[in-house]
């Protein structure tokens, strides 16, 4: 018999609204990205919030109708820790609000971080690992970490952030490198495609320490390679083999101290060139393409989870 799960994640980027079948595994994710001008290097949270309330309801919409919805889940702030807070979360969280109590059903809450790290597991069919320790990557347009992550006593996923960059984030490198070569905001999926056409580009060398490094450097770099007439597809490229630089000896630095399983989440993850290397090299797992970006299933197996489902 199915029992359905209603997720919510309302992000600075994407509005999402899910439903997951605890049963079997079935999901649904309604989810669209948010209007930005083009040339600019995103939106003020005032505007994201505006635009998460115009948006919300016709995501709901698209979901099946008829079903039977047993608690409800939704993304309340970017991560788990003290004074972590985005008013772009207020959208989704009143809606949830609402659903539940006109439901009946349990409210649970998690932070963005937790859905993304719960749907890669799902995505890579690996729920076990959240019954321990592991190593994820969380690479997004706002955040860059590597987190060290253990179930608390109710199995939800707990991250202590153990590397990651100490200024911009690799998806804030992603975007403004491709708004420098004319591209669309978020510019990970077309910056990926000029990438590959171009042959393999050394990176600049990165300097990483204890699993932490810097990229603001990196931009610099970039304009400079841009004022001296390289082509978009050797910058590029450029850009895609530096972030996997740093992420691989990031994690190499953190598997000296952490013999645990790497799992890699976030829309820069998606990036084929970065998943293969991970891959190859420490046998990381991946979501899909669809669930590596902003989604509400992670919220809404969580919900789940929350609610006494034994899924992992």
Not at 169 to 190: I, K, S, W
Not at 198 to 215: A, G, M, Q, R
Request: aromatic letters at 8%; proline letters at 4%.
């Amino acid at each position: 018999m199915s029992r359905w799960y209603l997720g919510i994640d309302t992000s600075n980027y994407r509005t999402s609204a899910a439903v997951f079948d605890a049963e079997t595994g079935e999901y649904y994710n309604s989810g669209r990205l948010l209007d930005v001008k083009h040339g600019t290097l995103g939106l003020r949270q005032s505007e994201a919030l505006f635009q998460h309330t115009l948006h919300l309801h016709k995501q709901i919409e698209n979901l099946p109708k008829g079903i039977k919805i047993n608690a409800v889940c939704v993304s309340t702030r970017p991560r788990a820790v003290e004074g972590s807070y985005m008013p772009c979360f207020l959208a989704g969280e009143n809606v949830a609000r609402s659903v539940a109590f006109l439901l009946g059903v349990p409210l649970f809450v998690a932070s963005h971080q937790q859905g993304h790290i719960a749907a890669a597991a799902f995505s890579a069919n690996k729920f076990d690992l959240l019954k321990s320790d592991l190593l994820a990557w969380h690479l997004s347009g706002g955040t860059t970490e590597l987190l060290l992550v253990k179930p608390d006593k109710n199995g939800m996923p707990q991250a202590e952030q153990i590397g990651g960059t100490s200024d911009i984030a690799a998806g804030q490198f992603v975007d403004r490198t491709g708004v420098l070569l004319g591209l669309q905001f978020p510019c990970g999926a077309e910056l990926e495609k000029i990438a590959n056409q171009s042959e393999s580009i050394k990176p600049f060398p990165v300097k990483v320490k204890d699993s932490v490094f810097s990229l603001s450097g990196m931009q610099n770099k970039v304009e400079q390679m841009h004022k001296n007439g390289k082509t978009s597809k050797e910058i590029a490229r450029f850009t895609i083999e530096t972030i996997t630089y740093a992420v691989d000896r990031a994690t190499e630095q953190a598997k000296l101290n952490y013999n645990a399983p790497v799992l890699c989440a976030g829309g820069v993850m998606s990036n084929k060139n970065l998943q293969e290397h991970m891959s190859k090299k420490f046998g990381a797992f991946f979501a899909k393409p669809e669930l590596s970006g902003d989604n509400a299933v992670g919220a809404a197996i969580l919900a789940a989870k929350q609610n006494g489902e034994n899924l992992w």
